[in-house]
């Protein structure tokens, strides 16, 4: 299997621990993989990038131009930001709620992701659009929407990895205290995800 | 042997533990802090080293203050036989620059690698020095790998070059291979080594003039056996064959390679340790070679010695790269605009497969900005009001603090270098005494390289406020102990070194600590001292908020005027402007209750956590 995943959002949106799981469920099934954080400065609020290459065929940690089989995007600006990797036909799973940087509160330009979004629209053939803040609602805080993201690519197929490989690794990787949300969210953007494969 | 999936610093740290690396020192610093850390993980907690290992195999591991006390306390363990470890980034070395110049004089008995990383871009740093550039003027050998797969074992020789020939040696990656993550096979029980111990000789380690000058020579006459070494090495590599080919080194061979996969008409040539320059190795890479593309970041370093080597030698090769123009002169490289030089040199044009980005909608700027909830936010906040209408000047320095630049607060106006702003409040006081000025640095920062500048100031008698930010953490680079938090890398709970005490002591008159978030209290500690002649401190004490992650929530009453003065005022990324409303983002939200302090109408309340 050859699978470009590139993660993208506002620093503290929790892409890290996302990309780490898809990095080990993916692992767990025998594969290559290899991956780059943003780490420093842009994790106080900038623009942040988690880029997970799995299989053989990779050679620079980063993904190239136009190669990213599917982008999980935690915040509609950058899903715009980061478009240029995604493949002609790749999938493009982003979040509707967007993150407000302090410039734009300060001279409320109106920016509020709908115009992205929209765009998205017109260039994306494989769009899922999904809403943070509904999505974890039942959950109680939109923190865990970090694993409710990749709940939804995963229900999709465009991974290529298994629901229980990353169970499994949510099982292991993330702290008991945090565990059972986080099983719940996958499970919450798994729902979401199996829909749209459907469709 | 296991495999394990790691980030590139946590290779590197696995690695020196393979070579059985005895002392490991370095002062935290992106993109290198990673690897203390894994040693801590690693060597202390899980191996747990340290627990008396007898005598000559000892093991220690230690956040020093600053990178010249890592370097130096390395260098003793050095001379006794020890393997070292010591780490930074790349500006940290200008602060280790001192001791090492001499060490790369005097040399060392045990193995001492000085992993430097570098950060093109950049990303999180001050400047894009090059440490191949400072391995050639330091005269020490430089490894410069290209994955953390590869890092793993190139550390390993790196210990062992450095044994061989009694130098340290550098070892330089870059922030794409310190923070790339990939599965290395590591050895699971590793061993410190064993050593000699100290041997007396002063002709060998107190360095004299005299001394200074034949060991410069023998250096000299040195360093090119090793590149003749270095040309045999197995991370200088070559494939493929013909007139063209590419020099390459680190990071951006991932991204030539990414671009030529395996093929056989273009030759990549490969340099692995960048200096001494393996002389032999490129003459015969050269061999039938017409035109030449050096693919590097930072520094045009395999450039200018493919030049020298041309020159030298009567080559008829044409050397491409940041020199000729067919490279970028500052900022890191991409995996496509490496492609986009190695089209032009080949002369071939490729088809991208992206989406049209013209007509995009206009991107928010994200520059990065203090944590809702930071305390920062609420100690700048009150040295603005409490100089509102005052001519004041605000040194800040490296650390979360810098952020502070940020609108609306706009309270840094300097930032050089760490430790810069103390000293620099005190020129910008020469230069206009009646103007009040302020110098802000955190905890760590302030013992790292802030406690001469104090002493400077109280000795040449300067006007001047110290602002110690003091949130217990070294905040920025993820949150390490310093000897102001009691807590060290080998696990142990030791005394903390009270910065009101050492300012005391000092003479430092006027010592004032105070809550930030307690607003009037904070306002009226800087008006004090602002009415005080002499060197004044003020010690904002309040914990960073990314460790304590206090649970209050503010909310905002149907009272809210919508007149947006808590968010004109302070700029905190919690306070959102939605469908028209001044909102509290809840998900963001620590209860810090600044707000609520600026407020016109009261509108703002609800569990502050403090």
């Not at chain 2, 393996?278 to 520094?299: I, N, R, T």
């Not at chain 2, 603005?384 to 840094?412: E, H, Q, S, W």
């Not at chain 2, 306002?523 to 010690?539: D, R, S, Y």
């Not at chain 2, 005022?569 to 469908?579: K, L, Q, V, W, Y």
Request: aromatic fraction near 6%; hydrophobic fraction near 40%.
């Amino acid at each position: 299997m050859n699978k470009n995943i590139l993660l993208c959002g506002v620093g503290g949106q929790g892409t890290v621990l996302a990309s780490k799981l898809i990095a080990a469920a993916a692992m767990s099934l025998g594969e290559t993989v290899h991956s780059a954080e943003t780490i420093g400065m842009a994790q106080r609020g900038g623009s942040v990038t988690s880029h997970v290459r799995i299989g053989e065929e990779a050679y620079s940690p980063l993904i190239p131009e136009g190669s990213a089989d599917v982008i999980l995007a935690f915040e509609p600006a950058e899903a715009v930001r980061n478009l240029m990797l995604l493949k002609k036909n790749g999938a493009m799973i982003v979040n509707r709620v967007p993150v407000k940087p302090v410039t734009e509160s300060l001279q409320d330009t109106g920016y509020d992701g709908s115009e992205m979004i929209a765009y998205l629209q017109q260039k994306c053939s494989k769009l899922v659009v999904v809403d943070a803040e509904e999505i974890c609602k039942e959950l109680g805080s939109s923190r865990y929407f970090n694993v409710a993201i990749l709940g939804v690519a995963v229900g999709c197929g465009q991974t290529g990895l298994t629901a229980e490989a990353v169970l499994k690794e949510i099982e292991t990787k993330v702290p008991e205290k945090f565990r059972q949300m986080n099983q719940r969210a996958f499970l919450l953007g798994k729902q979401i995800g199996d829909t749209y494969a459907a469709q | 042997m296991g495999k394990e999936y790691v980030m590139g610093n946590a290779a590197i740290a696995l690695g020196a533990l393979a070579a059985g690396v005895n002392v490991a020192a370095g002062y935290p610093g992106t993109p290198s802090s990673e690897i203390i850390e894994t040693l801590e993980k690693y060597a202390i907690e899980k191996l747990h080293y340290g627990d008396g290992d007898g005598d000559n195999k000892c093991f220690h591991l230690e956040w020093s203050v600053n990178e010249k006390a890592a370097l130096e306390v390395a260098a003793g363990a050095a001379y006794a036989g020890a393997r070292t470890l010591v780490t930074m980034k790349q500006v940290g070395l200008n602060v280790a620059s001192d001791p090492l110049m001499s060490l790369a004089y005097v040399g060392v008995k045990g193995g001492m690698v000085v992993v430097v990383a570098d950060d093109p871009g950049p990303i999180s740093s001050q400047t894009e020095q090059d440490t191949r550039i400072f391995a050639y003027y330091s005269r020490l050998p430089v490894f410069d790998p290209a994955s953390p797969e590869e890092a793993y074992c190139m550390i390993q020789d790196a210990f062992d070059y450095s044994e061989k020939y009694s130098t340290p040696v550098l070892f330089r990656p870059t922030t794409r291979i310190c923070h790339a993550y990939a599965s290395i096979t590591m050895e699971e029980k590793p061993k410190p080594k064993e050593y000699e111990g100290f041997v007396k000789d002063s002709g060998r380690w107190v360095i004299f003039p005299r001394l200074a000058l034949m060991n410069h020579e023998m250096i000299e006459k040195r360093n090119p056996v090793i590149g003749v070494d270095f040309s045999s090495y197995s991370g200088n590599t070559v494939t493929g064959q013909g007139k063209k080919a590419i020099f390459t080194s680190g990071i951006s061979y991932a991204y030539v390679r990414e671009y030529t996969k395996n093929r056989e008409d273009v030759k990549v040539c490969r340099i692995a340790t960048p200096y001494p320059f393996p002389e032999d190795f490129a003459l015969k890479c050269l061999q039938g070679v017409e035109e030449v593309l050096c693919v590097e970041e930072l520094s045009p370093f395999l450039e200018s010695e493919l030049q020298r080597l041309a020159g030298v030698h009567h080559l008829g090769v044409t050397i491409l790269g940041k020199m000729t123009g067919n490279g970028k002169l500052a900022g890191e490289n991409t995996v496509d605009g490496v492609a986009a030089l190695i089209q032009e040199f080949l002369g071939e044009t490729k088809q991208k497969e992206t989406a049209a980005l013209e007509d995009r909608p206009k991107l928010p700027v994200r520059p990065p900005v203090l944590c809702a909830g930071c305390p920062h936010r609420a100690s700048f906040y009150a040295v603005k009001k409490a100089c509102a209408g005052r001519r004041a000047y605000f040194c800040g320095d490296i650390g979360c603090y810098t952020l502070g630049n940020a609108m609306p607060l706009d309270m840094v106006d300097t930032c050089l270098c760490m430790g810069a702003g103390i000293t620099m409040a005190q020129g910008l006081h020469w230069t206009d005494k009646e103007a009040a000025s302020f110098a802000f640095v955190g905890d760590s920062t302030f013992f790292a390289s802030g406690l001469t500048g104090v002493v400077n100031a109280i000795y040449n008698e300067a006007n001047m406020i110290l602002c110690v930010l003091d949130n217990s953490t070294t905040a920025m680079t993820g949150h390490q102990p310093h000897p102001g938090t009691g807590r060290n890398m080998m696990g142990h709970m030791v005394e903390k070194i009270n910065i009101v005490k050492v300012l005391e002591g000092i003479g430092v008159q006027t010592i004032i600590t105070v809550n930030p978030l307690d607003l009037e209290k904070a306002v009226q500690a800087v008006q004090t001292c602002m009415e005080l002649p002499g060197v004044k401190a003020i010690i904002f004490k309040s914990p960073c908020i990314a460790v304590t992650k206090p649970s209050g929530k503010m909310q905002i009453s149907d009272k809210c005027i919508s007149c947006k003065k808590c968010i004109r005022e302070i700029g905190c990324p919690a306070i959102i402007m939605r469908d028209g409303r001044v909102t509290i983002d809840e998900g963001l939200c620590t209860g810090c209750g600044l707000c609520a302090g600026i407020c016109p109408v009261e509108a703002i309340g609800g569990d502050a956590h403090e």
